[in-house]
């Protein structure tokens, strides 16, 4: 039987029913360190062995972007995270046939369908699930006969969250990349968070979980962990960045004591 999380109680906005209220969860996604292991075609730094210091560390699960040209996840690091984590494992893919049938397989925790363009540096934006073909739905079905939990990562509109419902998902995903890119606008940023947090209501009230991501940082994380529907935080390339310069002087001392002639 796959995980699922539950926390404490409270009402639930809109239909006077309780739910569990959660405390908020970490994924932590560990693409980029294999985007730098590829980098030089090497077999270190190891994604796996990443996702397990982030675990000890403190983080509630893992999150790995596997994509359909493999530019830094491969198939064989989806296969060693599902067979070595003890923690939650969300793979997030596209929504093809391949990928599907990749999930299936390994069986993660939770998948999460993304939009995917090969010329994109990342995911720039939300599934669009309210104009969606048939394809979507099969693919959902199919994972979810496959015991695994479904996301979609959608935009903070209303009309996403409300078609994601409709699908028979389990959770949605907040692209918070507009909030993220508001730096310095504060104006901005407040009316993306607003529209957040008016997504993330709408999703609560239809039994959704909420979870949120993209470009997400120590600076602006305490905004949005305000809004109390959002449950957890897919974070990675922040954590990763931060990582290089938090272990950088220690990682200088090593090498001078290893190159150090005796």
Known sequence: MRRRFSGG???AAGD????????MRLHINVDHVATLRNARGTTYPDPVAAARMCLDAGAH????????????IRDDDVERLRGTLRATF???????????AIACKVGPDVVTLVPERREERTTEGGLEVAKAGPSLRAHVERLRAADIKVSLFIAADLAQVE????????????HTG????????????????????????????????????HGLTTKN?????????????????????DAVFSGLTAAVRAMLAASERR
């Not at 969300?90 to 599907?100: F, G, P, R």
């Open 221 to 241: 994380v305490p905004a949005l962990v305000a809004i109390p529907e959002i449950v957890e935080l897919n974070i990675g390339h922040a954590v990763i960045a």
């Open 9 to 11: 109680r409270r009402r």
């Open 90 to 100: 969300n793979l997030e893919t596209a929504s093809t046939d391949e990928m599907i």
């Open 163 to 174: 078609a994601s419902r409709a699908l028979g998902v389990e959770q949605i995903e907040l």
């Open 178 to 213: 507009e909030y993220a890119h508001a730096a310095g606008d504060p104006a901005k940023a407040r009316a993306e968070l607003d529209r957040l947090a008016a997504a993330a209501k709408r999703g609560r009230e239809l039994g959704l979980e909420i979870a949120a991501g």
């Open 16 to 23: 006077g029913r309780c739910y569990r209220r959660a405390a």
């Open 61 to 72: 699960g893992i999150t790995a972007h596997l994509r359909e040209d493999r530019r830094h």
